[in-house]
């Protein structure tokens, strides 16, 4: 059975977590200072589904991107991570500081969390400040917390941590408790879909630290009954899931079932250094699928040699809470192994590893009082220190080993968060870590168009598309470069072949349409502009835009739609600086009181 925490602790026990909480703080003071970034941009600046409350709906019928991509699938469905965005916005606006103190703030919650589960598994506060603080500083928390759209990770593993909590309490007698594990599972189902591996974890607590005078059996049958309202919860949940995303979850890389299987061994490590050696860290990684046999048979041996070695220490071990910890470190991962489901070159994430360090940090608490508490004649005779024959000169070692992990971590964490700061420095990172990653080089070249170098830009995207020319987003930017410059027969070339790789994308079509326009093809020009905006109607300036085009010409018919235009304008968009006006000016002209 799980021990419980000790009682009644001193005045400085209980100052302990608050220290820790104080050191993890100072860790990332410095994003306080750190400008949206990356997704932040499309997700919350100009996102204004994530800013007004009529919206609250909707959260629980679309995808996270619907508002901004209508015509891309989507497998994120994330209510109650859309309501954090919008509470957020409510309270700060769009003033960066807010945000990020709000992660912050989150991250302080989990590690509080992380603290009082590893109290009540290992009853040792040594151990459980251990936990605390490794976990509060370990740097591949750093694109969870320093990135503002990373909150997903720390508000998931809140309401998950906050679940098992929850149920912890129900199965040593708090029946009250097992109302709060449904609840906080509910909006952990909402916040990430991770979550819905919650009941496996709970009943893994039960099968391995539930009632010790039970046999396996019991203790098994006796933990899926009240599982069964779980159940009854992710039902529900999978109906609303594929009634928003009109599937379960959607195919959008064309991975093969062979390179699937073949890529994970190579992945797993990947994790696992991240997780032991978290440096060189970035928000972009090189990870390639492997698709043959002798690429994946190096990783694949080296993880059953590391699976071999870690079954061998558990069981030797003998110890039920060492497995539960493994299994809060291994079962999170499992869904990041369906890789059909993540784009190309986005199958590895930092911050994928938010969760799972929970159990790691539990392994390397249990292995730290485990070494302070063990009697020292096991010592005596394996490790031929003299620090290690007395419990004191262990608790000297395995305490100054823990505060130099603490500050390189601390350091590590520090310095590397400062690749958040602002885009440039995030996607000069990239590049610098992952060269072959193309949409880090096309993320970089944005950032370069925007603080107007545009000819460093142009040819970032040249060389993202001669390594690949089906790269449709690269296509897109370089033809929007060139009909900004006013090129509008490179723009047009460009833009036509982005058009083909990709039908649904308005803003294609629609400035494709305007250079056909400009190079004198007035009726195709107009006809794709009208497909831009039939394709997203929300876009603002779009229809004022076409007007402009058709009041250049003579044709009566195209006068009409182009006031219909101006006027639709106006009202869409009352900020646009022309269209009422010339709504009026074209009716004036038109003779009428249209």
Known sequence: MAATEQPNPSPLARLAPVLVLAVTFLAYAAVSSFQFVYDDEAQIVHDSFVQQWHFLGAYFTSHVWQWIYPHVTGNYYRPVFLLWLLLNFQAFGLHAVGWHLAVVGLHLVVTWQVYRLALRLLASQPAAIVAALIFGLHPVHIEAVAWVSGATEPLGAAFILASLLSWIRYREGSRVHFVWSLVWFALALLTKETAILVPALLFSYDLLLGKSNDRAGLRAADSLRPLAAFALLIAAYVAARIH????????????????????????????????????????????????????????????????????????????????????????????????????????????????????????????????????????????????????????????????????????????????????????????????????????????????????????????????????????????????????????????????????????????????????????????????????????????????????????????????????????????????????RELSAKLGNGR
Not at 279 to 289: I, N, R, V
Not at 340 to 347: A, C, K, L, N, P
Not at 406 to 429: E, H, I, K, P
Not at 439 to 465: S, W
């Open 244 to 583: 928003a995303l009109h599937a379960f979850s959607s195919r959008v890389t064309d991975v093969s079932l062979a390179q699937n299987l073949l890529t994970i061994p190579s992945l797993l490590l990947f994790y696992a250094r991240l997780l032991l050696w978290p440096a060189g860290l970035s928000a972009f990684y090189d990870t390639h699928y492997v698709s043959t046999l002798g690429d994946a048979l190096a990783p694949l041996l080296l993880c059953l040699v590391l699976a071999a070695g870690a079954a061998y220490a558990l069981v030797r071990a003998r110890s039920r809470i060492a497995w539960f910890a493994t299994i809060l470190l291994l079962l999170p991962l499992a869904p990041l192994m369906k890789l059909d489901v993540f784009f190309r070159g986005e199958i590895a994430h930092d911050r994928y590893l938010y969760l799972p360090s929970v159990g790691f940090v539990l392994l390397l608490s249990l292995l730290f009082r485990a070494f302070v508490d063990a009697p020292a004649a096991s010592f005596a005779c394996r490790l031929p220190f003299a620090i290690c024959h007395s419990t004191e000169g262990r608790r000297k070692l395995a305490t100054g080993s823990v505060a130099v992990i603490a500050v390189l971590f601390f350091c590590a964490t520090m310095g590397q968060s400062l690749y958040w700061a602002n885009d440039l420095v995030l996607y000069a990172r990239g590049v610098d870590i992952a060269p072959d990653n193309l949409i880090v080089r096309n993320d970089l070249a944005n950032e370069l168009m925007k603080r107007g170098h545009r000819d460093t830009a142009v040819a970032q995207y040249r060389d993202v598309l001669r390594r690949d020319p089906s790269f449709w987003l690269a296509r897109y930017n370089l033809g929007y470069a060139e009909y900004e410059a006013g090129d509008c027969a490179a723009a047009s070339q460009d833009l036509g072949m982005a058009a083909q790789q990709n039908a649904l994308d308005a803003e294609t079509f629609f400035y494709l349409g305007d250079c056909r326009f400009s190079l004198g093809d007035q009726q195709q020009g107009v006809a794709l502009m009208r497909r831009g905006i039939e394709l997203d109607p929300r876009l603002p300036n779009f229809r004022a835009k076409l007007a402009d085009d058709l009041s250049a010409t003579s044709d009566p018919q195209n006068l009409r739609e182009a006031l219909d235009l101006y006027r639709a304008e106006a009202s869409a968009n009352p900020a646009h600086p022309t269209a009422a006006t010339r709504a």
